[in-house]
């Protein structure tokens, strides 16, 4: 079947600079994407979604941005703190799916 | 007041018993689910309810089996557990259908470790 990936399965970043977690998609069908936080111990929240009619949108202090042409969803965080420092996961759904399929995450640590 | 709520939070059991992982939302929402996520963080849908009906329905061992008594919960029973059950079950909400249309609410995880 088809899935959601990352590129990434860990990422460091010094305390202040931005970071991007990358995510690959598969299925072209996709239609609705989202990004989740997990901290340790906890479940997943939401942060930000993006439909494919768009290819950029943006929240408070993040940013996902859409490539539909390569199959590729990314997540900006300007000014990383050490609060961000969690697992990353995207998320996508067909249009008509019940189903949101998750890829399988990416660590972020946040240096002092 | 916590959203979505699942017990217990830690469960340790032996190879071949049944348990149960009970979970209950007072957002209101008419969807709830119940996800695995394995030692890998892997993040795998199980079941989904709708308003007491069930939508989704994975490729889940019938050892698993979902009880929604009404839209604010759903229940996860596990027969003869096995040692591969082991991870830990999240319970979620959404307001809409497919889920698509909006986030999905989730519980704070229960571990479940079989001996």
């Known amino acids: 079947g088809e899935s959601v990936g990352l590129h990434l399965p860990t990422l460091s970043v010094q305390e202040g600079d931005n970071s991007i977690i990358n995510c690959a998609y598969s299925n072209s069908a996709s239609d609705y994407f989202i990004w989740y936080k997990q901290e340790s111990g906890k479940g997943p929240q939401f942060i930000i979604d993006i439909r494919s009619n768009m290819d950029k949108r943006q929240g408070q202090r993040v940013t996902v941005l859409l490539n539909k042409t390569v199959k590729h969803l990314s997540l900006q965080i300007a000014a990383t703190q050490p609060g961000d420092s969690a697992v990353y996961f995207c998320a996508e759904s067909e249009g008509g799916s019940e189903k949101l399929v998750f890829g399988k995450g990416t660590k972020l640590t946040v240096n002092p | 007041d916590t959203a979505v709520s699942q017990t217990p939070k830690y469960l340790v059991t032996q190879m071949g018993n049944d348990k149960s992982i009970k979970c209950e939302q007072n957002?209101?929402?008419?969807?709830m689910y119940w996800y695995k996520q394995d030692s890998k963080k892997f993040l795998k849908i199980m079941f989904s309810y709708n308003n007491k009906e069930l939508i989704i329905n994975e490729t889940v061992p019938n050892r698993f089996s979902p009880k929604s008594p009404d839209k604010a919960h759903l229940n996860l029973h596990i027969n003869s557990l096995e040692l591969g059950d082991s991870a830990v079950y999240f319970c979620?909400?959404?307001?809409?259908?497919?889920?698509?249309?909006?986030?999905?609410?989730f519980g704070e995880g229960s571990r479940l470790t079989v001996l």
């Open positions: 957002l209101g929402h008419d969807t």
């Open positions: 979620a909400s959404s307001q809409a259908r497919p889920a698509h249309a909006g986030e999905l609410f």
